[in-house]
DNA sequence: TTCCAGGGGTAGA
DNA sequence: TCTACCCATGGA
């Protein structure tokens, strides 16, 4: 049923690990390649519980779809998790690369900034990007008009001008988080609904190419994002994550 | 060549 | 608030 996940993650000190992450009915299984020392031990898990959302309670989202008979799929599949990245700064950089692209494009260009600017296959670290000229980022990067919105962000992040990392420790509204997450250049009303998703507040649906041919196929018409908001409103502030897990009728191939 | 992909920024109305 | 236009990249 589950497959292996696996990862590079750099320490601090420079050391780099490889994890590969499994699972039972009950469990996440970790194993690491090299020893740990307690404190490097405690980084891992905190960047595993990131990872899983194992610090975002769904039960009550659980209940939420047992009210709706046509999402019992999701308990019975057990879903209701995304799987993110260890930190906002990668889910942000991703989300960034994957606006007005394809998939293919999407992973090409992920896959440039870490063999790039990682080290040994780590994804790199906002000082590591920022330490890098811009031109010669855009150069190696690729990622077209993508460019000035990760190495400016990266930048900000490592001159201490902003701290984004930090919003998700605040228990901030749903709105005043959205509010932040369009702040940052490169991150529109899709970005944002995208990383509220992931960071336990689905509160808006993250509005792609995807959910507009779905929602046109439902409502046999081409349609607008306004109306595949209003297609998920009915499931208030879960809308996004029903977007996720929603059983379309007829999926496209 | 032209279109467009898991959109976003900006100017102008 | 809404619309039109432009934005790098690369596959179809």
């Excluded at 990668?90 to 900034?113: G, P």
Aim: glycine content about 6%.
């Amino acid at each position: 049923m589950v497959g292996t996940l696996a990862r590079k993650e750099l320490l601090s000190a420079g050391k780099v690990v490889t994890l590969r992450i499994t699972g039972s009915e009950t469990a996440l299984i970790v194993e690491v390649d090299e020893p740990l020392s307690p404190a490097e031990e405690e980084a891992i898990l905190v960047r595993i519980r990131r990872m899983f959302q194992l610090d975002i309670d769904i039960a009550e989202f659980m209940r939420f779809a047992d009210r709706h008979p046509h999402l019992s799929h999701i308990r019975e599949k057990r879903q209701g998790r995304m799987l993110r990245s260890p930190s906002l700064f990668e889910d942000v950089v991703k989300v960034i690369c994957t606006t007005n692209t394809t998939w293919t494009q999407t992973k090409a260009m992920v896959s440039r900034i870490v063999t790039e600017f990682g080290v040994e296959g780590a994804f790199p670290t906002p000082a590591e990007i920022a330490a890098v000229p811009f031109d010669d980022f855009a150069a190696r990067a690729k990622l077209g008009y993508r460019n000035a919105s990760v190495h400016s962000l990266a930048g900000d992040i490592a001159e201490g001008r902003t701290d984004i990392e930090g919003w998700q420790d605040q228990a901030l509204e749903a709105a005043q988080l959205e509010k932040n997450l369009l702040s940052l250049r490169g991150i529109g009303p899709y970005g944002a609904a995208c990383l509220m998703l992931y960071l336990g507040k689905p509160v808006k649906v993250n509005v792609d190419s995807w959910a507009r041919t779905m929602v046109g196929k439902e409502l046999s018409k081409k349609v607008e994002d306004k109306e595949v908001h209003a297609f998920f409103a009915e499931y208030g502030d879960w809308c996004g994550l029903v977007y996720h897990f929603y059983p379309w009728k007829q999926e496209t191939s």
